[in-house]
């Protein structure tokens, strides 16, 4: 009988041991699992927007090699380059050793995506491409890169600003019209399908150029002086000083009531990249708008 | 030539001058203005429609002189190297940022570069005390390769939006013509008229050759420089307006002489007015298919140049130079 | 045409001249020619029959030597006087551009501020071209583009033709026209030629010849004197003879094939 009993009590202990090592094995492969496998150490962004958003979760330091565009922050002129975004150098991306390539389907070519993952590379490609969409894409991106806590705070920032621009609108009778001139000479408009227009939209505003057939269309001036625009938006111009450069088109449209108003005004680039400074962006043109 | 003719031609053209002035992308009728459509008319309309006629017309009468010249069916000013030069130069501007003149800058920055290029293939189809024909055009088409690839280079390493305005550039701008551009503009390009026009006999017996322009007592080196002279004039001058617009200047003679026969003496003025024309026909093409959108009249110009071209070149008495 | 002018309308004196890098060259050469003259200038390619043509015409300068037109030097002349007198007629007419033929003859006007005695219409009625008034000169045949070109020369009143090998590529028919029409105009107008051709059998029926030889002149005058057997077998270093038969003709003879 005594034998029986520290048998029994050999077997238990075994039976305990082996539970243990199981549960201990399954909870270090579950933290294993939960720890992302692709926590990138050496990140390569493909476009100036994905670069601002990967500054904005944090991620600077990891960021090995951007365009020759990315200039925003300033931190991601002094990143290594790569080329630009439509021919960005292949060469240049392997050498340096990335561990995961960000790019954009607006704006990189897809080859580059095939090329990459061909070459064993790991890549994510960024979606989104309105305003609405930008808190998801980014929570998604910061999925990926590991650092879910603070994608969340970022896209809850961008979302909270979002809604209180939302409930600053005008009521529905005064629709205003505007149009947002990204270059006076040619003329360029914002059409549809820019992060312009969506913060147009969501100020409760009408685009007059939102019709067009494309994104940033080659404008008629007939048809925007015919349309009678309230305000006129005047977007930063790349190296020159736009309020010189437009002194041509503001005397073309001299009849319309936003430059009889004096309803013009010239704002910075923050809408030009899908990326958190849009929220900005839309501050200033509703400042603009008031 | 049938009289007849001419006053068809010139219906014609009066005809689509009107339609510039008053038809799309919506219809102005001149009957009834109103406030707006005054303005429109008076500061957007008539400065597109007067630019393109200059341009036009200056491309038009260079083309036929420079198929006269160079006796070859198949030369028109860009030919020589002139619109790639021009890019380049106004590119350039574009791209440096450069604006001292206001909105004269890039105008000026193309009038340059067209006369630095028509230089240029002066000097190296310049032999022995004379101009030669063949020497002129290889040296024009050689140095269009350069500018050419200069340029491409050029815009690959620019940023889009800088890349994106040198492309729209190029490819024909009226919609920012300007009364302030247009005087200087007139100038150049009426005076290269008024010599060409005076030189028109001397055209015509190079044609046959510089043996019987000789024999018929022109001092043949001499006309040759002042024809190329006036025509790198108007061409300059119609670039530093509104961009490179091509084939206006290589389908215009091949109509004209179709229509009113060979003579210099009316062929020129007729290309040019052809010209001015059919410019304005084309932009009137680029500012109503897709409104509000405008296509650059360079891109019309070309869809209805390019397939005449091709033609031109199946034909076979046209290709016996 | 009478004229009281006796003397050599067109003189060319101890002219020299190479063109620039090359071998072929004119030396001390000297010719003239007279009113109502039609003078063969034969010689074998290359033997400088077009630069003499050219030098005449005023189209280049010599190196030495001068060219003396009714009188006066002929760079003394302004182009459009000098065009009024003197003609030259390159060796290809080749127009690729409608030009019709009144169009052409009507530049025969070109030289003159106040227009000539000579109408378009009578000159294209003197060289038989006034039925194809309205034609285009592409669409012409060789012989009668000549033809064309002849009666612009007509408008110019230019005495004196200057014809680098007018009749190269012509049939017979056609040459024996051509030259009855100069003769005509010889006749009727006072007309002088000096026409280059390498045609032996050709040269040998004119009033007048010239032999060439790398750049000299072998001898001018009538046929029977110039052109001999010597002369031709040395002019062209090929082994010909001449046969002449009793009632004037000639003919040149080598082997038979």
């Known amino acids: ?95 340096l050793k990335p561990d995961m390539v960000v790019m954009t389907t607006d704006g990189n070519p897809r080859e580059v995506d095939d090329r990459l993952r061909s070459m064993s590379l790991k890549t994510y490609v960024w979606t989104a491409r ?23 705070t970022l896209a809850k920032e961008i979302e909270e600003g979002i809604d209180r621009f939302r409930n600053r609108r005008p009521g529905t009778g005064s629709q205003k019209k505007v149009v947002y001139i990204v270059w006076p000479e040619p003329l360029l408009v914002a059409g549809p399908g820019t992060a312009i227009h969506d913060a147009i939209a969501l100020l409760g505003l009408e685009n007059v150029a939102g019709h067009a057939p494309s994104s940033y269309p080659r404008y008629s001036i007939e048809e925007l002086i015919r349309s009678s625009p309230d305000v006129l938006v005047i977007g930063k111009g790349a190296g020159m000083d736009i309020r010189t450069v437009s002194q041509g088109i503001l005397k073309k449209l001299a009849s319309v009531p936003a430059v009889k108003h004096g309803k013009v005004c010239y704002v910075s680039d923050n809408l030009y990249r899908l990326a958190p400074r849009v929220i900005q962006g839309i501050e200033e043109l509703s400042a603009c708008v008031r | 030539m049938r009289p007849i003719r001419l006053v068809i031609f010139s219906a014609v053209v009066l005809g689509i001058l009107l339609l510039a002035l008053f038809a799309g992308p919506r219809m102005v009728n001149p009957f009834s203005l109103t406030a707006m459509d005054r303005e429109i008319l008076y500061s957007i309309r008539m400065p597109r429609v007067v630019v393109a006629m200059l341009m036009g017309m200056a491309l038009g009468a260079s083309g036929a002189i420079l198929q006269g010249v160079l006796r070859n069916p198949l030369a028109d000013p860009y030919i020589l190297g002139i619109s790639s030069g021009a890019s380049l130069c106004a590119a350039l501007g574009m791209l440096s940022g450069f604006y001292f003149f206001g909105n004269m800058s890039v105008p000026l920055t193309a009038f340059i570069g067209a006369v630095l290029v028509s230089a240029l293939v002066g000097a190296f189809g310049w032999k022995r005390g004379g101009l030669w024909p063949e020497r002129l055009l290889l040296a024009g088409i050689g140095l269009n390769f350069l500018f050419s690839a200069v340029l491409m280079l050029l815009m690959s390493v620019s940023s889009d939006e800088g890349l994106r305005r040198a492309v729209l550039w190029m490819f024909g701008d009226l919609s920012m013509a300007d009364w302030s551009l247009i005087p200087s503009a007139a100038v150049f390009i ?6 060409v026009l005076s030189r028109s006999r001397a055209l015509n017996a190079m044609i046959l050759g510089d043996e019987f322009a000789h024999s018929l007592g022109f001092a043949v080196q001499r006309e040759r420089l002042i024809l190329f002279g006036a025509m790198a004039l108007m061409t300059s001058a119609s670039v530093s307006l509104g961009g490179t617009i091509g084939f206006i200047g290589l389908l215009m003679p091949h109509i004209v002489r179709f229509l009113l026969g060979a003579d210099s003496r009316l062929l020129v003025p007729a290309s040019a007015v052809a010209g001015g024309a059919f410019l304005c026909f084309a932009d009137l093409v680029g500012r109503s298919l897709m409104p509000p959108m405008e296509l650059p009249s360079g891109t019309v110009t070309a869809v209805f140049g390019a397939p005449y071209f091709l033609y031109l070149l199946r034909r076979k008495d046209v290709l016996s130079i | 045409m009478s004229s009281v002018f006796d003397g050599p309308i067109l003189e060319i004196k101890d002219i020299s001249f190479n063109y620039p890098g090359s071998e072929r060259i004119v030396r001390d050469l000297s010719c003239s020619v007279h009113e109502r003259e039609i003078i063969g ?29 009714w009188n006066k030097p002929l760079d003394s002349y302004r182009n459009k006087d000098r065009a009024k007198l003197l003609c030259y007629f390159p060796q290809h007419l080749d127009v690729h551009v409608p030009f019709t033929v009144r169009e052409i003859v009507g530049m025969g006007l070109y030289p003159y501020d106040i227009p000539p005695a000579m109408t378009v219409d009578d000159a294209m009625d003197m060289v038989g ?23 612009m020369t007509l408008i110019q009143g230019a005495g004196i033709l200057l014809l680098d090998e007018p009749l190269a590529n012509l049939d017979i028919k056609y040459q024996i026209e051509f030259l009855k029409l100069l003769r005509k105009l010889k006749e009727a107008r006072g007309l002088s030629v000096v026409m280059a051709l390498h045609d032996i059998n050709l040269a040998l029926q004119f009033e ?11 001898g001018i005058g009538a046929p029977e004197s110039v052109l001999t057997g010597d002369a031709l077998k040395e002019a062209f270093d090929a082994d010909i003879e001449v046969n002449r038969s009793g009632n004037g003709n000639a003919y040149i003879v080598h082997d038979r094939f």
């Open chain 2, 190 to 195: 009426v005076t290269g008229m008024g010599l």
């Open chain 1, 1 to 95: 009988m005594c034998m029986q009993k520290s048998t029994f009590h050999i077997a238990m202990r075994r039976h305990v041991a082996i539970a243990m090592l199981t549960l201990l094995l399954l909870l270090t492969c579950s933290a294993m699992a939960s720890e992302p496998a692709s926590s990138p150490k050496r990140i390569i962004s493909l476009s100036p927007a994905t670069t601002e958003i990967l500054f904005g979760l944090g991620l600077g330091d990891r960021i090995v090699g951007v365009t020759s565009f990315c200039d925003h922050p300033p931190e991601a002129k002094r990143k290594a380059k790569i080329g630009g975004m439509s021919n960005p150098s292949l060469e240049s991306i392997v050498e």
């Open chain 3, 41 to 69: 200038l034969l010689g074998a390619n290359g033997s400088g029959k077009s630069t003499i043509l050219k030098i005449a015409a005023g189209m280049l300068r010599p190196s030495r030597g001068d060219v003396v037109l």
């Open chain 3, 208 to 218: 007048k010849v010239m032999l060439i030889k790398e750049g000299r002149i072998q």
């Open chain 1, 130 to 152: 309105t305003i609405a969409e930008l808190p998801g894409g980014i929570r998604d991106l910061a999925a990926a890169m590991g650092v879910a806590q603070r994608g969340e």
């Open chain 3, 129 to 151: 071209v006034a039925d194809k008034a309205d034609a285009f000169v592409t669409n012409l045949s060789g012989g009668e583009r000549r033809r064309v070109f002849l009666a």
